[in-house]
């Protein structure tokens, strides 16, 4: 029985109700919530704190940010299961055009972080993790099976297709940097695609 009023005592407020709405599309952090209501930091972070409380919703650090994100699933389905079938708040259609906004916002941000860094991001890569480190575990992972076809995904520099190259029938590195690509060494799609084939995009 307390673990139904905490969350009903959480749900009983219209700006909860919302972020959990906002936080079932992507996990946000206080700021882009207070963006999207259009409320101060402080009154988000007090609705915040209610719903971690209540296991709503769970707080992941990333460096110094700090994302939300839904709580375990076990006690948010029910919960979501019953908005759904009481239908959408009238907020949502408006707080969903304001959420594309964040993610753009965010996906400029990122892109131009990367476009600025792209000439020294193994170095800064390797500032978390020793880069011989991870290209060792990935080698060993893979018990020296031999690769057809790999696909990168957001290759970065394109290191992991040099690294597995020798191994690897054929390569494509995807990444949305260009700036990033053209520190990849590999040809760009408008190129001749030799056999075997390593590619960037």
Do not use: N
Request: glycine letters at 8%.
């Amino acid at each position: 029985m307390t673990v139904a009023l905490d969350i009903f005592r959480a749900l009983a407020d219209s700006s909860r109700l919302r972020i959990l709405a906002l936080l079932r599309t992507m996990e946000l952090s206080v700021g882009e919530l207070a963006q999207v209501l259009g409320q101060s930091q402080p009154r988000v972070s007090r609705h915040v704190k209610i719903l971690t409380d209540a296991g709503l919703a769970e707080r992941r650090k990333e460096g110094s940010w700090v994302f939300l994100a839904l709580g375990e699933a076990g006690r948010v389905a029910p919960v979501l299961a019953a908005l759904d079938a009481w239908g959408e708040e009238r907020e949502t259609a408006a707080d969903a055009a304001r959420l594309a906004a964040v993610r753009a916002d965010r996906a400029a941000a990122a892109a131009g972080w990367f476009e600025s860094h792209a000439d020294e991001w193994d170095a800064i890569r390797s500032l978390h993790v020793a880069e011989e480190q991870v290209e060792a575990a990935m080698v060993a992972a893979l018990a020296g099976e031999p690769i057809g076809r790999l696909v990168d995904i957001g290759t970065g520099t394109g290191r992991l297709l040099e690294l597995l190259a020798p191994r690897v029938a054929s390569g494509l590195g995807v990444d949305a940097s260009q700036a990033m690509l053209a520190f990849s060494g590999y040809p760009t799609p408008m190129a001749r695609d030799p056999a075997p084939s390593m590619k960037c995009r």
